[in-house]
């Protein structure tokens, strides 16, 4: 049985600890629960006024980083398997593909009101 832990309890990392830098977050993979890989986080997107963690940035497909799609993934619809040491994700990868994403070189406003609501509302999950 994996030892899946809410990622809203861990502040700020993984794998038991409650704080830990966000690099230490980069690369790490995300799984589905079914164990389908759907890719590693990139980035740690964080509120300047509150301080919390918004976003990962999901890295999918490509290779060396030619390619790839990245998605913003609300922290909250994130969940750490410490057993496992990665994070896991309910979704599937066609889902995940269909999710609105960006690349490398032309990131979404992350500040705007209506993106944000569309990605939680594309994700399930609530500001």
Known sequence: M????NSNVIVAGHLGSRVLSASTLN????????GDKLGS?????????TGKVC?????FGGFLSLGEK????????????SE????VMDTDEERLKNAPGFDTDNWPNMADPSWEK??????????
């Open 41 to 49: 986080i990139k980035e740690i997107m964080l509120d300047i006024e």
């Open 55 to 59: 976003y990962a940035v999901l890295s």
């Open 70 to 81: 990245l998605f913003a993934v609300p922290w909250s619809a994130l969940a750490i398997d």
């Open 84 to 87: 496992n040491k990665r994070f």
């Open 27 to 34: 690369g790490d993979d995300v799984y589905n629960p079914k």
């Open 118 to 127: 569309s990605v939680n509302a594309y994700f399930g999950t609530t500001v």
């Open 2 to 5: 994996n030892d899946t832990i």
